[in-house]
């Protein structure tokens, strides 16, 4: 017997078809996860940001965006300080006011300073004696000091601003110390006329000319400390120096020196006074047996260079002389005379 009659059966087949439309309906109107669209896409977003963070190009710190920003590297709380910063009306008119910053720390100063780039029209006025504060500079008595212990307070006796004396020992203390008057010129916040008067009362930590009687220092076998106490070496400069110098496999003339960046000319002369070398401890390159690894990042051996001598060493096995590498256009003459000291040929037909 049927449990269902059959105008049941009839209601039923009615029914069915209805629920079916009402249920498609429902699942059509429902409202859509718009939070789990949003996530994704800021999670694309924050991965795109992620990508362009830590690139560096020159900026001013006075228009440049929270995002330009974020993407040198610092964190969105240091950006949103330093854009509030400039919504009070201050300017950036010297790189180191932006050093002052909060969240801003020496390393990434350090890492940010080459590419700062601040607008004449924001820029500091170099102290020029101006007409305003003429009056104040006649007045000052000036009496000789030491640079390497001088303090804000002392700097603000003799004309200088609380800024301006902040912003000079900073650059005093990043530079590892002011050597020489021509250290204290490369300041942008010392004028010519204010460096003229300063001059003559400025002493400088070993201040005296090296005597040509004094011992020579070796440069190849010089730690960074003996390295430092060469007049006219700076701390960034032993670093590079010997960073140099391990890259080179030594040093066979102090001519080289020449060649790292943070030398400086105006110091290159008296230094070359003070040392010399010893060629005979450097290491050289056995050019016909020598590994990749060991050529790569060598200062005289470019990469275009390493390339094209392998290449050919796969196919010759190597070489007698320099001058047959030159032959081979691995290298030109003038390379090949610098790279000449470096070199070892041992006989590649054995």
Request: charged share 30%.
């Amino acid at each position: 017997m049927s449990l269902f009659s059959e105008s049941n059966r009839r209601g039923l087949l009615y029914l069915l078809p209805l629920a079916a439309i009402i249920i498609l309906l429902l699942f059509v109107a429902r409202p859509r996860n718009d939070s789990l669209v949003f996530e994704t896409a800021d999670a694309g977003k924050d991965t795109q940001e992620a990508e362009k963070r830590d690139t560096l190009f020159r900026f001013d710190p006075n228009s440049v965006t929270f995002e330009e920003l974020v993407q040198l590297g610092l964190t969105k709380r240091t950006a949103a300080s330093i854009i509030k910063y400039r919504t009070r009306g201050k300017v950036f008119s010297i790189p180191e006011e932006f050093a002052a910053c909060y969240g801003v720390s020496d390393s990434m100063y350090r890492r940010l300073r080459p590419y700062i780039d601040i607008a004449p029209e924001y820029r500091a006025k170099p102290l020029d004696f101006a007409k305003e504060d003429a009056a104040k500079h006649q007045h000052i008595r000036y009496e000789p000091f030491r640079l390497d212990t001088v303090t804000v307070a002392y700097l603000r006796t003799i004309g200088f601003s609380h800024r301006r004396a902040t912003a000079f020992l900073r650059y005093r203390d990043m530079r590892g110390g002011l050597r020489n008057i021509e250290e204290v010129d490369e300041c942008y916040v010392i004028s010519d006329a204010e460096l003229d008067t300063l001059a003559r009362y400025i002493i400088f930590p070993q201040s005296e000319e090296p005597d040509s009687g004094d011992t020579l220092i070796e440069l190849n076998s010089a730690d960074s400390a003996t390295l430092r106490s060469v007049y006219g070496i700076g701390e960034k400069s032993v670093v590079d120096i010997i960073e140099y110098r391990r890259r080179l496999g030594g040093y066979c003339r102090v001519e080289q020196l020449a060649e790292v960046k943070t030398v400086m000319e105006s110091n290159y002369e008296k230094i070359l006074q003070q040392i010399y070398c010893d060629s005979s401890v450097i290491s050289k390159i056995d050019i016909n047996f020598a590994s990749p690894q060991s050529m790569a990042g060598h200062p005289y051996i470019s990469d275009r260079a390493l390339r094209k001598l392998l290449k050919t060493r796969q196919l010759k096995g190597g070489w007698s002389t320099i001058e047959e590498m030159v032959e081979d256009k691995i290298f030109t003459r003038d390379e090949a005379e610098r790279l000449r000291p470096y070199l070892r040929f041992t006989n590649h037909k054995e």
